[in-house]
Nanobody, 122 residues
């Protein structure tokens, strides 16, 4: 059974940093793309970043480019999102996801974690 478990969320002041982790288990993800999405109440899931598990190719939303870095550790089957220079508008529930292709739409991802809350105070 595929399982994605996020961790690392919390409360941080504007300008601070957090690192989210997504531990993956239950299958081989070598041919998968992994992604981070975020969601605030009343809105749909917003694309943040994606990475190819096999090649390490990355792609970011314009809103986080230059501030966030997505990466993966194949040996640990874990994906990360390093978030620097955080802003109050980054406050959201952050989800990790796995799917067959690198994509910005959540519809292309088959597996999802339960989410981890990130709150940025001004």
């Amino acid at each position: 059974q595929v399982q994605l478990v996020e961790s690392g969320g919390g409360l941080v002041q504007a300008g601070g940093s957090l690192r989210l982790s997504c531990a993956a288990s239950g299958r081989t993800f070598s041919n998968y793309a992994m992604g981070w999405f975020r969601q605030v109440p009343g809105k749909g899931r917003e694309f943040v970043a994606t990475v190819s598990w096999s090649t390490g190719t990355t792609y970011y939303a314009d809103s986080v480019k230059g501030r966030f870095t997505i990466s993966r550790d194949n040996a640990k089957n874990t994906m990360y999102l390093q978030m620097n220079s955080l802003k109050p508008e980054d406050t959201a529930l952050y989800y990790c996801a796995a799917g067959g292709v690198m994509a910005t739409s959540p519809h292309h991802y088959d597996y999802w974690g339960q989410g981890t809350q990130v709150t940025v105070s001004s």
